[in-house]
């Protein structure tokens, strides 16, 4: 089948556009509103950017009267959102914390969930703290895509992490152990799924430049810009001898 979104109709009973893109991280995201009020909800369209410094972003379809969500507008106005790993354990939480409630609903409450402080954001945010890994962000920006109304315009909002929390219990030999966490992840429709196995593959051929960039080793990215520096500087002296 071919179709083109918003020219010709794909002819099936359900949109299949998100169902392609799958599994999605969920950007678990919670907030404080300019006032201090907790929010706290799920976007299915969440990842990482970079990772030295590490930056995450989420993205926000506006409401069905065209409305902002609250998230895009506190993470704005405070400067500071935190991203909560969403797990199986989790999953009904989760899913509570979906629901479009009045703005000033705490969700933390809505949903049975422990509220911890976070500890290095400019303004203090609660965190999920039966979560076993959080990202403590500073807002950097937002970028606005247009869309077809009502709900077709989308807020991408991005953030630098500036702490990061990870339960012991979810590390095995050093290694973050998703057989611990079993994050779940968005798929079409209304279905999800849950990650409870790996297996590994490393690029044939690849420095380790290219492996430890794939890993995402802040220290040893330092470490080769500490490299990188010392080789220039050992090249403009010799040019003078």
Known sequence: M????????????????????????????????????????????FTNLTFDPPYVLFSSNQTVTGDRKDTVKNAESTGSFVWNLATWDLREAMNITAQQFPYGVNEFEQAGLTAEPSTVLPVEVPMVKESPVRFECVYHSTMRLPGNPPMGTVDVVVGRVVGVHIA?????????????????ARCGYFQYAVVEDTF??????????????????????????????????????????
């Not at 099936?12 to 678990?28: E, Q, S, T």
């Not at 012991?168 to 779940?184: A, N, Q, S």
């Not at 490393?202 to 500490?226: C, F, H, Q, T, W």
């Open 2 to 45: 071919f179709y083109q979104p918003g020219k010709t109709d794909h002819g099936l009973p359900h949109d299949p556009f998100k169902a392609c893109v799958v599994p999605r991280p969920i950007g678990w995201i919670s907030t404080t509103s300019p006032t201090g009020t907790p929010n706290l909800a799920p976007y299915s369209q």
């Open 168 to 184: 012991e219990g979810v590390l095995t030999d050093g290694i973050l152990d998703v057989r611990k966490t079993k994050p779940i």
């Open 200 to 241: 590994e593959m490393v690029i044939p051929g690849m420095s380790s430049d290219v492996l430890y960039g794939l890993e995402g080793s802040a220290r040893r990215n330092g470490e080769k810009a500490k490299e990188i520096k010392e080789g220039e500087k050992r090249k403009v002296e010799e040019e003078r001898l």
